[in-house]
């Protein structure tokens, strides 16, 4: 996100002190219309990011309200704060992620939402319970990209034929790819940014504009 410009907070705050700090995900990036009335507007394509399990970036500190820094590379593994471990269930209970799963939980039963797995085979009942929770929202919307013959979990979601759950999977649209695969989700899946639909009309132009010199030239 940072090499393709996107804004996004990820719930720590400082530049040169990075630490956790859950209000973070409470703010909004905004742009200054009018410096005399004070009229604000959103950035559009702000993305909140939450690492529910931890991240190789994470260490714990010994000061401060919430005693989690974000620091790469890291100085000490042993202190890294990533998860699962056997007794994840029970960390995802204490800070930082009860944090976290508190702002994730916040944002799938909000009304509208739609949740998008991918990689996940529900195997986290923590995470479960949160999704099966927003499940009783009638416009909630969850969309899982797994194998159609998962078996588990995802076997039980399917075999509910709620029209509200879509599992998307299988085959992709060549030959030995499958749909439910990362690269098949970015590159047929995901749609495209507007700057990027424009960068490409601009780029076109560009090419087109070079070959006709050339061929002028000739």
Known sequence: MDRLGIPYSKGFTGFIERRFNPASFRYALAEQLDVGSR???????????????????????????????????????????????????????????????????????????????????????????????????????????????????????????????WIIGGDGPSEGSLAHYFDTIVEQFMPQRPSDRIDDAVRKVMQEMASRSKDEDE
């Open 39 to 165: 009229k604000w507007t959103a950035v559009d394509a702000f993305v909140y990011l939450c690492k529910l399990h931890g991240s190789v970036t994470w260490t714990e500190d010994d000061h401060g309200l919430f005693p989690i820094r974000e620091a790469w590379p890291q100085n000490d593994p042993k202190r890294m704060l990533i998860y699962p471990t056997p007794a994840k269930q029970h960390a995802s209970l204490a800070s930082p992620y009860a944090d976290m799963f508190r702002e994730f939980q916040s944002r799938v039963v909000r009304e509208q939402s739609v949740l998008i797995t991918a990689g996940y085979v529900f195997g986290d009942e923590h995470l479960n319970n949160i999704i099966y929770q927003a499940l009783t929202i009638p416009t909630f919307r969850l969309i899982i990209f797994a194998s159609p013959d998962t078996e588990g979990e995802i076997a039980k979601l399917l075999a509910l034929r709620d029209p509200r759950i």
